[in-house]
């Protein structure tokens, strides 16, 4: 009976986060046009920092009951699942266009996160130690980088005039706040219902907490960057898509982390250093596949390969368990 209840919690979850992206990206669309923004300025930070909450609800909780790995599961696991996953499955739908700026600039960014986290938590590359912590110090440091990061957004997406005209796609201007604050609710709602029912059916199927955290609950609060990225994608608004992918990634490490580090220091444990290489790994690959062999162009075969690397990745977490 109780499977039956969740299953249908799932289900329902999942037509919430689907409606929702469809009001957030529409909203966001027309708020790109009526404020002469680009899509993906738009992106990166509101739409960016919307679809960050789940993340953001989900470790602040962990953090109250101190339970660490959670954190740093959720934020490197979500990081991966935007990455390959999202990115791999939008392309698959529709091939998107990455111009230089955005390649060498935003991406990079990404990939800048990473390392800056990798060497908060190793400032001398002790890699051999059981255990590292995210200090007060260090979770300030991050917050300070993630003002300085929103700043260098919004200086660099002044100049990005290659998806302005993408804004012109949607009309409608009158009820901008009330669709994007509903679309959030739907995301929100939805995700928390698709967490907390795949958390109970995988319990209820005997999975590992640790397991848990990479996949379900980091797959679960990705959900939002996936369901708006895959409406992006039917809209064919790919400013919009990498700008919530890119800003989502640097919002999670700089400002999420940064926040609950802040609050009380964080314990890394070293089972999850792989999942970190891997993280940083996949930042370096988009950039790459970016680049080559067709330059500003991510085709579908590209995507492939992401997904591709996200089912091995999926693959090795459940064999490590």
């Not at 209840?5 to 469809?22: E, H, R, Y």
């Not at 796609?169 to 967490?195: D, E, N, P, Q, Y």
């Amino acid at each position: 009976m109780l499977i039956t209840i969740w299953s249908t919690a799932l289900i329902l979850g999942f037509a919430l986060l689907w409606k929702g992206g469809d009001y957030v990206i529409e909203s966001a669309s027309e708020m790109a046009k009526k404020w002469q923004l680009s899509p993906i300025l738009v992106g990166m930070t509101l739409l960016a920092f919307g679809t960050s909450l789940p993340e953001l609800v989900v470790n602040l909780m962990a953090l109250s009951e101190g339970k660490d790995t959670l954190i740093f599961g959720n934020i490197i696991g979500s990081n991966i699942s935007n990455t390959l996953l999202i990115l791999g499955a939008t392309a698959l739908i529709t091939p998107l266009t990455i111009s230089r700026d955005i390649i060498y600039k935003k991406l990079m960014l990404n990939v800048l996160a990473v390392f800056i986290l990798i060497l908060s938590l190793y400032p001398r590359f002790n890699f051999w130690l059981e255990t590292v912590e995210l200090s007060r110090t260090n979770g300030l440091v991050l917050f300070v980088l993630f003002l300085l990061s929103l700043n260098a957004i919004l200086k660099l997406s002044k100049s990005d005039e290659s998806n302005v005209k993408e804004s012109e796609l949607l009309t409608k201007t009158s009820t901008l706040s009330i669709s994007f604050i509903l679309g959030l609710v739907g995301l929100l709602g939805g995700a928390k219902l698709v967490v907390e029912s795949a958390e109970f059916l995988a319990l209820t199927f005997g999975l590992s907490d640790a397991l848990i955290a990479l996949f379900m609950i980091a797959l679960g609060t990705s959900l939002p960057e996936l369901v708006t990225g895959l409406v992006a994608a039917f809209k064919r608004q790919s400013g919009l898509l990498i700008g919530n992918i890119i800003g989502s990634n640097v919002f999670n490490i700089f400002l999420i982390l940064g926040a609950c580090a802040s609050i009380s220091p964080i314990s890394f444990d070293k089972t999850l250093n792989t999942d970190l290489y891997i993280l940083l790994l996949t930042g370096l690959s988009l950039v790459g596949l970016s680049i080559l062999p067709k330059p500003h162009y991510f085709t579908r075969y590209k995507g492939a390969i992401l997904l591709i690397l996200y089912i091995i990745y999926i693959l090795f977490i459940f064999n490590r368990g």
